[in-house]
């Protein structure tokens, strides 16, 4: 029996009718995505993916396996955290690997110790200066500013020049390696100090990544900017004539994914112990790729952070999984590949379904 | 003066070499509803550009509500009390009732900046009370945009004009893509506007609805106002016969 609930005007819908969000198909996907592996598991290896077989550990659930699914997204998911909200506003960020990688070895370099085993450190940029040993968060604030500075530059591109997205963000992907590259000619920056180590040690980047995830996911839902975020994606024309600063908006946007992306810079710097001018490539694609796997509409106006971080968990499982059922890495990549197609087709079939019943 | 809401002098703009607008002289009465007619390309929607500020003006000056103004931009306008329907309707497809009503202007609990924390109870409250005003029917509020038929969609965009105190509504041919019963809502609503003694200014091309619905009729012609009628002096051949070119000259009311 249809439940109807009345409108405004004297008109009535079926509350039924309401369709789910568009998160939870994405997190039934993850479910059915772990069941199989279960289930592969349990016929051809004898073991179980998700819950804890050994006698000597007393939980239920392989606790390992499930730290390490989301530890290895984390620091891409925190990357994916700012890429969403760029989506969302209608744009791409095609730059994060390349300032992860930038970001990586201009804070690292601020994070030296002066001596390793009582020897001066070999790979001190600034030694000469005598910055070395610095508080924790100078670090932290040169990764903040760089990440601020690389989304200043590609938002004010967008914004001002009307370059494409893409197009703006190509090119800051390509100068941003570059300064990775040129920062200090090729070679590794190490030896961080001690606190600068803390912040990307053991499960630190998941708690890093779950408590940002929730910070703008709410920011989303409930503020100012998140609402012309969906706006702007959705109509820009519209957002413009309402009176929206449709500018200076994208221009935040894209210094905010900046700053995540300096910030997944840092954690991921500081989780190695290493800085390389390498670091961080295809993460951006990654992060591309866990929006649109949790519902994230490339066209814009549509979907969430927490469709995000299901996405990345979808990642994380496609990984541990193939690792669990000792596959080669190689069919991980061809599986991401036909999953990210895959979600994209699913998310149109079920639009345009909803478009018919409505 | 003092019963006229708005009115533009000499207002002019040029698109580079293209004499879109030339010395319009427009004026609107308190409680009056008023057309603007004329082909593609003569100007209407331009002459709405420069009042709105959606576009800056080359010439010309603008009163409105007594005072000479010189808007920066659509928020000016819109905070003067200037509301405009647009022609491709300005509402954001994946948001809801609510949130396309207060789009740009968001009612806020804390103020923080872009991160003000919105008050969306209020929203809805407001929304649904507008809603009722204007005799709008949708179903369900929390709908997105993009699911609702061209008529809801219009009706949206027509409700969020009267959830404001407005002193000028601007509609800009609001019927233009609709069917016949979603027309003769939009209709309806701009009825209760007028009963409301709401000022209107309605560009449309439908002639039927015109005589229906306005006081006074001004055409547009290549830039230029070429005749300002009232409803009860013309009939539609007159106005065809301006909006093609047949009679020519600035038709003058009689004082």
């Known amino acids: 029996m249809a439940q109807t609930t009345h409108g405004v005007g004297g008109l009535s819908y079926d509350a039924k009718k309401r369709t789910w969000p568009a998160e939870f198909n994405v997190f039934l996907a993850l479910i059915i995505l772990v069941g199989a592996f279960e289930l592969i598991g349990r016929v051809f290896l004898g073991d179980s993916f998700l819950f804890n077989t050994r006698a000597n550990v007393d939980t239920i659930f392989n606790e390992a396996r499930l730290q390490i699914i989301i530890l290895q997204v984390s620091i891409v998911g925190i990357i994916a955290i700012g890429v969403t909200q760029v989506i969302i506003s209608g744009g791409i960020d095609l730059s994060s690997g390349s300032v992860v990688g930038a970001t990586a070895m201009i804070a690292m370099s601020f994070a030296q110790v002066a001596t390793v085993n009582g020897n001066p450190n070999p790979k001190a940029m600034f030694i000469e200066q005598g910055w070395t040993d610095l508080p924790v968060i100078v670090p932290v604030l040169v990764a903040i500013g760089c990440g601020l500075l690389a989304g200043l530059i590609n938002g004010t591109l967008v914004a001002y020049t009307r370059i494409p997205p893409f197009i703006a963000t190509l090119g800051m992907m390509v100068t941003a390696r570059g300064v990775a590259k040129w920062w200090s000619k090729g070679q590794p920056i190490s030896f961080p100090t001690e606190s600068f180590a803390a912040i990307g040690k053991g499960l630190m980047p998941v708690i890093i990544f779950i408590s940002l995830a929730i910070l703008f996911q709410l920011i989303l839902s409930y503020t100012r900017y998140g609402k012309h975020c969906y706006a702007i994606g959705s109509n820009e024309d519209a957002a413009r004539m309402s009176g929206i600063n449709v500018q200076n908006h994208k221009i935040l946007v894209f210094v905010i994914a900046g700053i995540l992306a300096s910030l997944a810079a840092v954690v991921l710097s500081s989780k190695n112990l290493t800085a390389q001018a390498g670091m961080g490539v295809m993460y951006e694609l990654d992060a591309i790729a866990m929006a649109v796997i949790g519902g994230v509409s490339l066209s814009g106006g549509r979907g969430s952070i927490i469709g995000t971080v299901i996405g990345a968990l979808i990642f994380g499982v496609i990984i541990s999984g193939f690792t669990f059922l000792r596959l080669d890495a190689y069919y991980q990549e061809m599986v991401k590949g036909v999953i990210i197609i895959g979600a994209v087709v699913l998310d149109q079939w079920r639009q345009r379904l909803r478009a018919m019943r409505a | ?255």
């Not at chain 2, 929304?127 to 009722?132: K, Q």
């Not at chain 2, 230029?224 to 009232?230: E, G």
């Not at chain 2, 007159?238 to 000259?249: L, P, R």
């Open chain 2, 1 to 255: 003066m003092s019963d006229i809401v708005l009115k533009t002098e000499n207002l002019t703009k040029y698109y580079g070499g293209v004499h879109a607008l030339e010395g319009a002289n427009f004026e609107l009465r308190k409680g009056e509803h008023v057309a603007i007619m004329g082909d593609n390309g003569a100007g209407k929607s331009t002459f709405v550009r420069q009042i709105t500020a959606v576009e800056q003006r080359t010439s010309g000056k603008v009163w409105f509500d007594g005072k000479e103004v010189n808007f920066a931009g659509p928020i000016a306008a819109r905070e003067a009390g200037i509301e405009t329907v647009f022609q491709n309707l300005a509402l954001a497809d994946d948001l809801d009732v609510p949130s396309n009503l207060f789009l740009g202007r968001e009612k806020v609990l804390f103020n923080l900046g872009p991160f003000s924390i919105l008050d969306r109870k209020f929203m809805r409250k407001a929304t649904e009370a507008a809603l009722i005003r204007t005799a709008v029917k949708i179903p369900n509020l929390s709908n997105t945009i993009r699911h609702m038929s061209g008529g809801q969609r219009q009706c949206v965009a027509i409700a969020r004009t009267a959830t404001f105190a407005s002193k000028l509504i601007i509609m800009d041919e609001p019927t233009a893509a609709l069917g016949v019963q979603e027309t003769m809502q939009v209709e309806n609503i701009i009825r209760t506007l007028k009963a409301n003694g709401e000022p209107l200014i309605l560009i449309s091309h439908n002639m039927r609805q015109v005589f229906d619905l306005v006081d006074r009729i001004v055409v547009f012609r290549r830039g230029r106002i070429v005749a300002n009628l009232r409803k009860q002096d013309t009939d539609g051949n007159d106005v065809v016969s301006y909006i093609t070119g047949a009679k020519t000259g600035e038709a003058e009311l009689a004082a």
